[in-house]
């Protein structure tokens, strides 16, 4: 029992240091889309929130979860998405090495774009920042053409504005063309 409570109690302290090393960096708002349509979509999603709170950065805003239609592929299962707002220190390509190493440890292969897949995780904005490199653009260049995406970031941050487009994420989903299904999930 002491063990038990100096093991607790050591896990405590690890996590007040990393709390307190995080305070003395400078720290970034991201926006993450999650997908998953294969396997045990919820469980995934659950995982992969886990896997970014302990290895990404703070979780500090989520939407519901929706069930959307697939989107380029539409051949397939139906998505489960979700938005995350994080809290973050990592710059923007060890952020994008981190969620894709988590893709990986939860099962992700990369076979089709737009395909089926286990698990997705999407950087969509990164504060304001305006980045294209040949592995990462952010803000995510598809984003305001998909209301999968469109609908939960609206929930958690309606009045974000697009750095390029300089509409909000609520002009955005208004003037958004794509008819896809996208409702929110209901489990039971």
Not at 60 to 78: C, F, H, L, N, R
Request: charged share 20%.
């Amino acid at each position: 029992m002491a063990n038990e409570r100096t093991s607790e109690r050591a896990k405590e302290w690890v996590e007040e240091e990393r709390s307190f090393a995080r305070s003395l960096v400078h720290s970034f708002t991201a926006y993450l889309l999650l997908g998953a349509n294969l396997g045990d979509r919820i469980n995934t999603l659950h995982r992969a929130l886990d896997l970014i709170a302990e290895r990404v950065g703070t979780v500090v805003q989520k939407s519901a979860m929706y069930e959307t239609a697939p989107w380029g592929v539409t051949d397939q299962p139906t998505y489960l998405n979700q938005v995350l707002a994080i809290d973050t220190a990592l710059q923007p390509e060890e952020l994008l090495n981190q969620t894709q190493a988590i893709e990986h440890e939860l099962g992700r292969v990369r076979l089709e774009r737009w395909g089926a897949r286990l698990i997705d995780i999407d950087i969509l904005f990164y504060d304001q920042l305006i980045l294209k490199t040949p592995r990462l653009t952010i803000p995510h260049p598809y984003l305001h053409q998909r209301r999968f995406t469109l609908v939960p970031l609206a929930e958690i941050t309606p009045n974000l504005v697009h750095p390029i487009l300089h509409k909000t994420t609520l002009e955005l989903l208004a003037a958004c063309t794509d008819t896809s299904e996208v409702g929110v999930f209901v489990t039971g």
